[in-house]
């Protein structure tokens, strides 16, 4: 069943003293429950835009927008979010920051400690609990961002780019983390990334966006068995979707270059 529906979406953005921006036009697209959903683009094709509208951030100009059949008319709990940039309180330890949802929700001080600590082993950071962000590197850091969107336990996780500030050696570390999470908790994720690598070894579906006016190009199943590990990026499975999505954004690549031309030129 999808559980997530977005129909002809349409995102015009007018900003004051500047020519429209037609960011979305026309997108459709379903994720189904439990499952692992990618979208690549160029840059400023539009990603972050739709992730916004099903966070509730945004609204579409036009179109429909559904979870469990439900309108999305703005942010909540149900919707958890991990971005690139680092967004945790400063101020609060690891087990205070994966806590804050629970505790917002109401939850007592003991189901909060339990949720948190749970959560805390499944991103391997026990012994962390009371280290302030500042004290972790990037990649610790976003497995508290994880946790703590985890612990609202929310119908779905949007991640926008979450590995995108990581070296590449931490990236894949946290891929597969991702990963396991994902398959023991079983979430549904709609993930965006300009990782060509990321998206295959991540999704069961992967789509490809077109440059501006951002619309969805082409949608592909990723039949590549699970659980997967890093010999599946060497694959020839893995090389052939590689190539097709590849040649997908080169051409968007040479059309979102050709407009800035002429954007510039006019
Ligand atoms: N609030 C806004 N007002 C005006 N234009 C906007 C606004 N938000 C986004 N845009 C424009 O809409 C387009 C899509 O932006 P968006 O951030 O969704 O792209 P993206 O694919 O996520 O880009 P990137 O990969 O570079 O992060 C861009 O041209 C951007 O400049």
Redesign the pocket.
Known sequence: MSMLSLRDITVR?E?KGKPP?L?LDDVSLDVANDTFSVIV?P???????LLRLVAGLETPTSGRLELDGQPINGPSADRGMVFQSYTLFPWLTVRENVMFGPKLKGLSKSECEDIADDLIKAVHLDGFEKSYPKELSGGMRQRVALARALANDPRILLMDEPFGALDSQTRQMMQELLLDVWQSRRKTVLFIT?DIDEAIFLGDEVHVMSA?PGLIKQSLDINIPRPRHIDALTSPEFMDYKRTILSLMHDEAIKAEDAANQRKSA
Do not use: D, E, N, Q
């Not at 840059?43 to 835009?49: D, P």
């Open positions: 953005f900003p921006v960011a683009g840059s400023g094709c539009g990603k972050s835009t300009h501006r």
